[in-house]
């Protein structure tokens, strides 16, 4: 189902997105709305699940995660995918995990505090029923991260 976004609900994306923590009342002058139209277009963005969820971005270093991996895993078969999924859900080393096309059938991407760690993650991961062969490599510096998106004014609603 096609969903029509106007100037105003792009406008509140697109603050949100800059500073999800940000006041109705802040948001409601920069569009010209008062605080309860801003309050009812946010609930309805909410309900179309437009807007997921609303996050604080920490900055892993302070918390001494040092390394950042991205792993490309091989699994032998769609049929372990239910319990690869799951194994990966449970550990909080991943922060990502997408199904690819070309070298591996899994991408992880994650932040663990030291090589030692990522060692041992790694090791684990091998172990996992299914699991071929795994492929990491490490990042040495990041000039982007974000998920901001480019909102464009009809958005597909699938249920």
């Known amino acids: 189902m096609a969903y029509q976004l106007d100037d105003t609900d792009i406008k509140i994306l697109n603050h949100l997105q800059e500073n999800g923590r940000a006041q109705r009342n802040t948001i409601s002058e920069i569009v010209h709305l008062s605080v309860p139209s801003v309050s009812e277009r946010m609930r309805k963005l909410e309900e179309k699940g437009l807007i997921a969820n609303y996050h604080a971005i920490l900055d892993a270093r302070k918390f001494n995660f040092d390394i950042t ?16 999924v799951e194994n990966v859900t449970n550990h909080p080393e991943v922060l990502e995990c997408h199904s690819i096309t070309g070298d591996g059938s899994h991408i992880l991407k994650v932040r663990t505090k030291n090589t030692e760690t990522l060692e041992k993650f790694l090791s684990l991961v091998q172990t996992w029923d299914g699991v071929t062969r795994t492929r990491s490599n490490i990042v040495l510096s990041s000039f982007k991260e974000t998920r901001k998106l480019a909102i464009e004014r009809t958005v597909e609603i699938k249920k």
């Open 69 to 84: 991996a991205f792993i490309f895993v091989e699994v032998d078969s769609s049929e372990r995918y239910p319990k690869f």
